[in-house]
């Protein structure tokens, strides 16, 4: 089975923080993507990567960063951590163009900035 | 703008009683149909896709079904171990890959 793993299941960080969330999948898929979900507001795209060093803007990238330096590694950034950004985050990776399978996501993140 | 709305929000049955949910969307190109299951804590779990009106998938209790507009996930004698929230997506096309485009998702209970 294809997995992704995310490095922490639960995180609590202080305003101001730089944060780092990582993930990491073992199937070789070239895409990857971060989400971010919220009640009533359901899954929303930050970023995602389509090859190494590559990245794109999703719907909301507004305060992230990612870093691709391995293809099997994605990490998210929050440059400054603020208590908007207390969500549950979501890796997950896609093989082609993902229409098949759609994506495999990891178990998720949930953080909380206080 | 490429949309995806569920219904109902949050929908709870008695084990047994079989109902519907609801995802209706609108794409420019429909490359896929998704839906998901989340348990509480966990990430999403890939159950079906659907490609063209008309088709039709299931697996155990679930049949999920697409028309030109929506698309249906029907609950047969559901048991309590169906409760989760399940998630519609459709794939957006353009841009370097590739994206899924989430509804909010329907809250189901099963209660026994």
């Known amino acids: 089975d294809v997995k992704v793993t995310q490095s922490s299941r639960y995180l609590v960080k202080r305003t101001g923080e730089k944060v780092f969330l990582e993930c990491v999948q073992d199937?070789?898929?070239?895409?990857m993507f971060w989400y971010r979900q919220d009640p009533g507001l359901g899954l929303r795209l930050i970023y995602f990567?389509?090859?190494?060093?590559?990245?794109e803007k999703g719907d909301i990238p507004e305060g992230y960063s990612v870093s691709r330096e391995k293809k099997e590694r994605f990490s998210l950034i929050l440059e400054s951590a603020s208590t908007n950004q207390t969500s549950m985050y979501l890796c997950?990776?896609?093989?082609?163009?993902?229409?098949?399978?759609?994506?495999?996501f990891g178990s998720g993140t949930r953080l909380t900035v206080v | 703008e490429d949309q995806v709305t569920q219904s109902p929000e949050a929908l709870r049955l008695q084990e047994g009683e079989s109902s519907s949910l609801n995802c209706s969307y609108t794409?420019?190109?429909?490359?896929?149909l998704f839906w998901y299951r989340q348990d509480p804590g966990k990430g999403p779990e890939f159950l079906f896709t659907?490609?063209?009106a008309g088709e039709e998938k299931e697996k155990e209790r679930l049949k999920a079904t697409l028309t030109k507009k929506e698309s249906f996930l029907h609950i047969t004698a559901p048991k309590p171990e169906d409760s989760a929230t399940y998630l519609c997506?459709?794939?957006?096309?353009?841009?370097?890959?590739?994206?899924?485009?989430f509804g909010t998702g329907t809250l189901l209970a099963v209660q026994p």
């Open positions: 997950a990776s896609s093989y082609g163009q993902g229409a098949t399978y759609g994506y495999t």
């Open positions: 199937m070789d898929h070239e895409n």
């Open positions: 990567s389509y090859d190494v060093k590559m990245k």
């Open positions: 794409v420019s190109g429909l490359r896929g």
């Open positions: 659907l490609y063209s």
């Open positions: 997506a459709v794939l957006r096309i353009g841009g370097a890959t590739n994206k899924l485009i």
